[in-house]
């Protein structure tokens, strides 16, 4: 609820959350609507039946004297209880490991509170251990991204190190979800398929990664894919666009942020999806901070370059902007910028070139 005061200027907004929220003490320009935090047992049960390991004879004394206390064990909670419902068991002890895993107390890596008092992760535990190890691996890395909403071809660029086939992306992906521990939506952004995780699950997953080597796979399948032409990777994959840099960064491969510095055309790209300049400067001036603090030398080269955009961003016309050609027809003393431009030009075939 801290955070009310930085939506005062949204007056119609719907705010959603998973903590109990004290409705006199709230923002006065809302008001709570509690929802039903969980399933009753019958729902709850009715999920479970969906899952791969339930009979339909759910009624049978031995599978009630088990399902019930597991349910109570996580208060009801949908996604504990999908989570579960993707389990394998063989026996009434199953049923009762998982009651008492998640019946331990709750933690996160940072000790951050989450709104619940049983163990979420617990579930994830006992779901994620009962896949096969090379499976495990590769949902434990999708903890390198980001944000929850992930294009199908950024995690293909991430898995190409493990030498899967788009195919079988799509196939570990569907065992993944058919497990509740992701969505596949196939109809996303410009009907780009799409995974999305909880953002808890994000959160246990960011705990068991080993964060400068997934970066550096991501960045190798990234470049593998466009043969390190940058500014080729399908438009479309709108994550890849927005989070280069910073996977670049957390990868410390000097050399591409070095290169991705220097490219203008990605830049144009960049510059006509986001339809401004402003994040193209963030993403820079984060690069240009990582550089300094490496003492390298062209940091200061690369603050002309996002003050020069700056200093031009009203009159380019944002939508269909080509740098190539505004950096070689606007009036401005930086020599380098325009050399590079000129270089980038004698390597392309787009442009007419004048010559004596």
């Known amino acids: 609820q801290d955070y009310f005061k930085h939506l005062t200027f949204a007056k119609k907004s719907i705010v959603t959350s998973r903590y109990n929220i004290d409705d006199k003490i709230t923002c006065g320009q809302y008001h709570c609507i509690p929802s039903t935090e969980s399933f009753t047992d019958d729902e709850a049960i009715q999920v479970l039946r969906k899952g791969q390991f339930l009979s339909k004879n759910y009624d049978s004394f031995n599978e009630k004297k088990s399902i019930k206390p597991a349910i109570k064990s996580c208060k009801g909670l949908p996604l504990a209880i999908r989570i579960i419902s993707g389990l394998e068991f063989k026996s009434n002890d199953d049923w009762q490991k998982v009651t008492k895993e998640i019946m331990k107390k709750n933690y996160t890596p940072n000790k951050r509170e989450i709104g619940y008092d049983f ?32 294009p199908f071809q950024s995690i293909i660029s991430l898995w190409v190190k493990d030498d899967i086939s788009e195919f079988n992306v799509r196939d570990i992906l569907e065992i993944l979800c058919r497990r509740s521990l992701l969505k596949i939506d196939n109809k996303g952004r410009q009907n780009l398929s799409r995974v999305i995780l909880h953002d ?18 991501l960045i190798h399948g990234y470049r593998e894919y466009c043969n390190g032409e940058w500014s080729t990777y399908p438009g479309q994959d709108y994550y890849y666009y927005q989070y280069l840099i910073h996977h670049v960064i957390q990868a410390k491969d000097d050399e591409t942020i070095e290169k991705i510095m220097r490219d203008f055309k990605w830049m144009s790209v960049k510059i006509r999806l986001d339809k401004t300049i402003y994040n193209l400067s963030t993403d820079m001036e984060m690069a240009i901070d990582y550089l300094k603090n490496k003492n390298k030398k062209n940091w200061e080269d690369y603050k002309q370059l996002v003050q020069l955009l700056q200093k031009f961003e009203s009159i380019l016309q944002i939508e269909s902007v080509d740098l190539l050609q505004a950096l070689l ?12 431009a000129l270089e980038l030009v004698e390597k392309s075939d787009k442009y007419w070139k004048i010559t004596k």
């Not at 994830?124 to 944000?147: A, C, E, I, T």
């Not at 808890?200 to 796979?217: I, K, S």
């Open 119 to 150: 163990n979420i992760f617990g579930a994830f535990d006992l779901s994620v251990n009962q896949l096969n190890p090379h499976h495990q691996k590769l949902l434990r890395s999708l903890g390198v991204f980001k944000v929850a909403d992930i």
């Open 329 to 340: 027809t606007l009036d401005y003393e930086y020599t380098w910028i325009k050399d590079r």
């Open 200 to 217: 808890l699950m994000m959160e246990y997953l960011e705990q068991l990664t080993d964060c400068q080597e997934l970066n550096q796979n």
